[in-house]
C-alpha cells in the first residue's frame, strides 16, 4: 500500500461524515495499512481516513516520542464513552500545513473501539493521547481545527490556505 495524498483545507471531501465500518475485510486492512504508513510519512501524530478521502470511520494514532519505538493504535467505529476534566492543548493537523491553535479539549476520555483485527477494546486515554483521540473524532464528523478557533483567526486561517498552491494528485506507486 502505497503513501497516499493528505487531503488540504478547504477540499470538501473533509467535510465529509464518515460511515460505520461494518466489515473489516481486506480491503479496510489494507486503508488502515496505508494510512498509518502516510501518517508515518508525513510524518504525524495521527490520521483519520476522511484526510486520504475515505469516509469510513477510522483514524490511526501513534504518540511515541522520536527516541521511543512506534505504538501504532488502530481505531475502527471509535466512540467516546466517557470524559472529564479541561486540557487547552496546542494542536496542528496534517490538513492544515504549519497552522497551529490552543483547543480546549476533555483532559481524559475512555474510547471503545475494534482495532485492525476487528476486536473490539477500551482504552483509557490523557495528554496528548486523549487529545489526539478528540482531534481525530472531529474528523470522522466533518469537524475541522479551523471550527475550534475565534472568528478573525478563523477568517486569517481560511485566507492562507486558500492562496496556497493548489494540491497536484500524486501519482500512485
Ligand atoms: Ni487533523
Known amino acids: ?3 497516499r495524498t493528505i487531503l488540504h483545507y478547504p477540499d470538501p471531501r473533509l467535510r465529509e461524515k464518515a460511515l460505520p ?3 473489516i475485510n481486506a480491503t479496510i486492512k489494507q486503508l ?4 498509518a504508513e502516510t501518517m508515518y510519512a508525513a510524518p504525524g501524530v495521527g ?3 476522511t484526510q486520504i478521502g475515505e469516509p469510513h470511520r477510522i483514524f490511526v494514532i501513534d504518540t511515541a516520542g522520536e527516541d521511543e519505538p512506534s505504538d501504532l493504535k488502530v481505531f475502527i467505529n471509535p466512540e467516546i464513552v466517557a470524559s472529564d476534566g479541561k ?3 496546542e494542536e496542528g493537523c496534517l490538513s492544515f500545513p504549519s497552522v497551529t491553535e490552543d483547543i480546549d479539549r476533555k483532559a481524559r476520555v475512555r474510547v471503545r473501539a475494534q482495532d485492525r483485527e476487528g476486536k ?3 482504552l483509557d486515554a490523557e495528554g496528548l493521547l486523549a487529545v489526539a483521540v478528540q482531534h481525530e ?3 470522522l464528523d466533518g469537524v475541522l481545527m479551523i471550527d475550534h478557533m475565534g472568528a ?8 492562507k490556505m486558500r492562496r496556497r498552491e493548489p494540491q497536484r494528485p500524486q501519482p500512485s506507486r
Open 47 to 49: 490520521l483519520a481516513a
Open 137 to 139: 473524532l472531529d474528523h
Open 21 to 23: 465500518v461494518a466489515e
Open 120 to 122: 473490539a477494546f477500551e
Open 32 to 35: 488502515v495499512d496505508g494510512m
Open 152 to 159: 478573525l483567526k478563523k477568517r486569517i486561517v481560511d485566507r
Open 87 to 89: 486540557i487547552t492543548w
Open 1 to 3: 500500500m502505497a503513501v
